[in-house]
């Protein structure tokens, strides 16, 4: 490819976080009165600074460990997966809680990040490190976000959360204490964030966490003949 790759900058991760859409999406995926999944995903061109936030999508349950229910459709309206990559993937938990789903090999949040970038590298020729944002509000008014995004080099999700396991942090845990938890991993860079009144709280030192989230993509297809 000849073109210039458009490297992510935490600049450019703020000013998605800040963008109206974003907002509004991130609204609706805390809405309590919602039982149901609901997610969007956030479509990166490769070549450019452009994004497009998608819409979003209502689950027919309350699982909470899926993926976005049409997040793939919606890249393939945008063009065949060579020019752009899901730089954020977010859903809700009708729960409230934003800790992300730890099911076994066959599935979980966490899993889903790692097969999103593995699918990516394998498939798409393209190295990225796509962001999951995990969203819960207990009272309708504030509305928590945690964005996790796994290091560049760790294996997958699995072996290293089975030392995990024991931990029971799946419920009721602070968003602040499972960023810490999954940071103390290594494997992982997580951010929580709050969205209180309608209003993105970016607390301070916030463009130093996300320096941890940028990344060039890099194509990884073969060059041997
Ligand atoms: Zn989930």
Known sequence: MGKDIYSITAKHLVRILSDPKFKRNVQELGDLECPNEKSFAILQMINSSEYIVGDVEEGSDDCSHG????AFDFGLEYG???DSYF????????????????IDESGGDLLALSNMRENYAMYGGLAVRPIE?????????????LLIQEKTKTPLAVPFLRDYEDLDWRYD???EEIARILEETKGYNAIP???HNKRLLFSDGLIDKLKKFEFSPTLTTPTEE
């Open 173 to 175: 845990a602070k968003p």
């Open 80 to 82: 065949d997966g060579q």
């Open 87 to 102: 730089l954020f993937a977010l859903h809700s938990h009708p729960t409230g809680n934003v800790t992300p789903s730890i």
């Open 67 to 70: 993926e976005g229910p049409s």
């Open 193 to 195: 964030i709050t969205m």
């Open 133 to 145: 944002g995990v969203v819960g509000s207990v009272d309708g008014k504030t509305i928590h976000i």
